[in-house]
């Protein structure tokens, strides 16, 4: 598991490097800036940030760890947010951000001001930025490499999307067409946009599938796959396999279909929790750490052998997830270095 492995290299630079003490960042202010919590990834993303920037306040590591979500998901919006975080004083800004370029400008200004800006899940693209990504496009592909091997004759597949207009929709969707060039045994008959939630994708599926042929396969980006189930079961067609995105209701339905018809599938998505990280890496900066522009965690994979294990740790209604800590962040830096 991911959250094990970078907690044990964590240990062991701590046992190298000697035991590190939090320096002089008592005094200082972080604040979140979050474009969007429409769905159960982005409340487990913040319950997240909430969990360990609230004890590392009562721990006195900073003074103080705000989050902040905009209302109408608009780079304008969240781009007079930041403007407004640096008029209140903050020494580091933490983004989830709505759009890799049209928050550049806010985010200089931010700079410029002497805030730290550190980006995850939604980066930017501002050089004076840190950046904290996963590897989307790769997410998007390994959905379909993964159906080639379940798959060998392919099949006809319905892609369901996230929420338009963002990077990270993009980017996965973009690693899940360049999956199917390279398999050509697969053709992508539909697309809809599921906005990354389960009732969004299951309107949105059970509109286009009577368009549809027999669909073999469908790949997703999170949140989207047990409505997609409850579509195809409400339509009477055979259940595809459904590439499942980490969500409880997800995992849940899986290990139901599991007990029941051993169906087989897989789960991928980036952890919640890497709002946490990008607190820890803002921490870093602030106490004057050299920490590389350009960050990169693994997404977290869930098979049919760690299933039950995953559902056992993930609450109903949340996401699985993974929660660093200071000696994790430290240990992401230092592999960066």
Known sequence: MMNKTITLTGVALACLMGTTAIADTADKRIA????????????????????????AVADGTVAAADAF??????????????????????????????????????????????VVVVSFDGIVTEPCA??????????????????????????DLLEIRGLAGVFVDDAISGGIHEGVSENSQFAIKGSVHGNW????????????????????????????????????????????IIVMGNRQDELAWWKEQKDATDYQTMSVSIAPGVSTLAFWVAQQVLDGK????????????????TLEDNLATTQEGGVANVEYSLEDAQSVINEAM
Not at 32 to 55: D, F, H, I, K, P
Not at 135 to 148: C, N, S, T
Not at 290 to 305: C, E, G, M, N
């Open 32 to 55: 979140l800036s979050n474009n969007y919590a429409g769905n159960s990834w982005r409340q487990a993303m913040l319950t997240s940030w909430e969990t360990v920037t609230g004890q």
């Open 197 to 240: 939630a389960q009732d969004v994708s299951q309107k949105a599926v059970a509109g286009i599938l009577p368009s549809l042929p027999e669909i073999k396969g469908v790949v997703t980006q999170g949140g989207d796959g047990y409505g997609a189930a409850q579509a195809f079961k409400a339509a009477g067609r055979d259940m595809p």
């Open 130 to 155: 840190w950046r904290i990504a996963v590897d989307f496009h790769e997410m998007g592909k390994v959905q379909v490499e993964y159906l080639a091997t379940r798959l060998p004759d392919g099949g």
């Open 290 to 305: 050299d920490v590389p522009k350009d960050l990169t965690v693994p997404f977290l994979t869930i098979t049919q052998d």
């Open 69 to 114: 979500t905009t209302a109408e998901n608009q780079v304008t919006e969240q781009a007079a947010q930041i403007q407004n975080l640096i008029l209140q004083g903050y020494d580091a800004i933490v983004i989830n951000a709505a759009s890799p370029e049209g928050l550049n400008g806010a985010v200089k200004e931010a700079c410029d001001a002497g």
